[in-house]
């Protein structure tokens, strides 16, 4: 029941007239209840208004408390904010399978969504922003209405959008459509509630992370390869959640070996927020993987892997995409290059990468799957072995397992006959003009080879990867409006690496109307050994729109850093 008697299903009152029928979350953190208890009215229970019916992931948190700060005038030291957010996020954050689907939210990934169920939802909660941001909270029913209240209020486009008739409702003269606003509210209600079994289940064993120790790194970097490295992490304090840091990263195709140091806080007991640093001074380049870095990372509930994103640039637009594999003594394999092989070659070496692996193993103790024979085995240390391998000719092919001495690493090497297409990543691409007053945001591609699968039709469900590609990269104009001539104006694109340097933001002189930098061009790879049927070489591109610069952002990430 709701206040004065209505029920909820009354959609002509006010979300804020209702009464809170779920069971509130108390907050027991004195700080918390000190600085916010003012305005959100404490009850009997420990109960705070609003905020004992809502769970957010940091991120969520942060924005939520820079909101306070700059629409209610809440006075709150850097300290005090990064305690209270810390404690939200723990005792009121989200359960590790509930923050998973939306992680790339918080590693600043920009992909196209898969998560959005509906064109409702969509039109109603991801035309302005992701749908992985209502996503990385869990509310009431009556805090969801009221989160579509503050969008009303603060922004007119989403008035439109909530009043707007969902797609498919009464034309016929019948029952008033519901509003896109409605039809949000029952999906969310329904599939982010605030008491969930997940919850339920992580909220009473949530710990202090025990990370200290060793943890095998493979990392990779688009348009860089691969990198294997060690990261060492030792806890400030006896249970303590904040940890410092010292990675090392081996690049796998030229051998650099780059050291980083950092530190760490470890929110609900598997979310790693990070920063950290390469030894040496300042980047020299803008992709230098030396640069100062944030890192977002995702422990499994056991502790013994974790997955994420290292990321910097202006628009965090540069990022190593991680996967940490805990040391325990026993033999691991956490990376293999090459990581491809043709079928029908002999004699190849395969580096294999891990920790503890032993002294002396015996062709008999690596196994690549049938098909591949291992004719010789060396090691070069605990963490490096080298096997000497035939690939038959009608070796299966696709991604397989590698096993060293009873360790396997899933998906580590892929067979191929041939390489029958390339696909440039990203295939659709933002960059933004800058330099003079506002940070460039560049954009690295790369080319992978793909294989068409067993029907040699490429396009299909039965095509996989196989390996990078060398390429020469050049732009080429996307037509859209005569004689813009946007390949001369938007940037610069190195023809070796595959980085996109944009122009500067403008007004550009010798441009047409003076027009700024901005435009579309076509990303075009050019393969320089593979070849197609004809004997032509192979050729992927992608689309690439260069943009003026984010002169507003309305939310700023680097004012909680």
């Known amino acids: 029941m709701l206040a004065g008697g209505a029920h909820a299903a009354d959609k002509s009152v006010d979300p804020a007239d209702w009464t809170e029928i779920d069971v509130g979350i108390p907050v027991t953190d004195k700080l918390t209840t000190q600085r ?10 420990g109960n705070l208004s609003r905020i004992s019916w809502t769970r957010a992931t940091p991120e969520g948190w942060a924005q939520t408390l820079k909101r306070m700060v700059k629409l209610n005038g809440l006075s709150i030291t850097p300290d005090e904010a990064r305690s209270v957010v810390k404690y939200l996020s723990s005792s009121h954050g989200l359960a590790p399978e509930e923050a ?18 509906n064109d ?22 009556r805090e969801w209405a009221l989160l579509q209240n503050m969008h009303k209020a603060l922004y007119a486009t989403a008035q439109r959008a909530y009043e707007t008739p969902a797609a498919g409702g009464a034309h016929d003269g019948g029952a008033k459509a519901e509003t896109q606003a409605q039809v949000a509210l029952e999906w969310l209600t329904k599939n982010a ?107 499994e509930p056991d502790q013994a892997k974790s997955v994420g994103r290292w990321y910097w640039g202006e628009y965090h637009e540069f990022g190593l995409d991680v996967t940490l594999t805990r040391e325990t003594g026993a033999p691991m394999v956490g990376a293999v290059w090459p990581n491809a092989l043709k079928s029908g070659v002999t004699g190849a070496q395969v580096h294999l990468y891990g920790a503890a692996l032993p002294a002396s193993l015996s ?21 490096e072995v080298v096997a000497t391998v035939d690939v038959g000719t009608t070796a299966v092919a696709g991604s397989r397992s590698v096993v ?25 691409a933002l960059a933004h003009l800058g330099g003079i007053k506002y940070g460039k945001g560049y954009q690295q591609f790369a080319a992978t080879g793909w294989s068409a699968g067993s029907d040699g039709k490429p396009g299909n469900a039965d095509d996989f990867p ?32 595959g980085l996109f340097t944009p122009n500067v933001e403008g007004p550009d002189t010798q441009r047409r109307f003076m027009r700024n930098n901005y435009g579309e061009v076509w990303v075009v790879a050019t393969a320089k ?24 952002r309305w939310d700023q990430p680097e004012v909680s850093e």
């Not at 916010?36 to 009215?41: I, K, L, R, V």
């Not at 998973?100 to 169920?117: H, L, S, W």
């Not at 209502?134 to 029913?141: A, G, L, N, V, Y």
């Open 36 to 45: 916010c208890g003012g305005c959100h009215t404490p009850d009997a229970k």
């Open 100 to 117: 998973k689907p939306v992680m790339y939210f918080a590693e600043r990934r920009i992909q196209d969504e898969t998560i959005i169920p």
């Open 120 to 141: 409702v939802l969509h039109q109603a909660c991801a035309s302005c922003h992701a749908f992985a941001q209502p996503m990385s909270s869990r509310r009431s029913h």
């Open 193 to 299: 509630p605030l008491h969930t079994p997940e919850w339920a289940a992580w909220s009473p064993s949530m710990r202090a992370p025990i990370l200290t120790g060793k943890w095998f790194v493979s990392a990779a970097f688009g348009g860089h390869g691969r990198f294997v490295g060690e990261m060492d992490l030792v806890a400030k304090a006896a249970g303590s959640d904040e940890f410092t840091s010292t990675t090392t990263l081996k690049s796998l195709d030229d051998g650099k070996v780059v050291t980083r140091k950092g530190v760490g806080l470890v929110y609900a007991g598997y979310s790693w927020r990070g920063t950290s640093q390469g030894e040496g001074g300042d980047a020299a380049r803008p992709d230098d993987i030396a640069d100062k870095m944030r890192e977002t990372m995702w422990f």
């Open 363 to 383: 062709p008999g103790d690596v196994d690549f799957g049938s098909g591949i024979t291992v004719r010789k085995v060396a090691s070069l240390s605990s963490g």
């Open 404 to 428: 060293v001495h009873g360790a396997m690493l899933p998906k580590a090497l892929t067979v191929y006959s041939r390489i029958d297409y390339i696909k440039v990543s990203p295939d659709t």
């Open 466 to 497: 196989i390996r990078s590609v060398p390429v020469s990269w050049s732009l080429a104009e996307f037509p859209t409006v005569t004689y813009d001539d946007d390949v001369h104006f938007v940037g610069k694109l190195d023809p070796t690496s």
């Open 529 to 552: 050994d593979e070849k197609d049927a004809a004997g032509k070489p192979l050729v992927g591109r992608s689309y690439l729109v260069t943009t003026v610069p984010a002169y507003k």
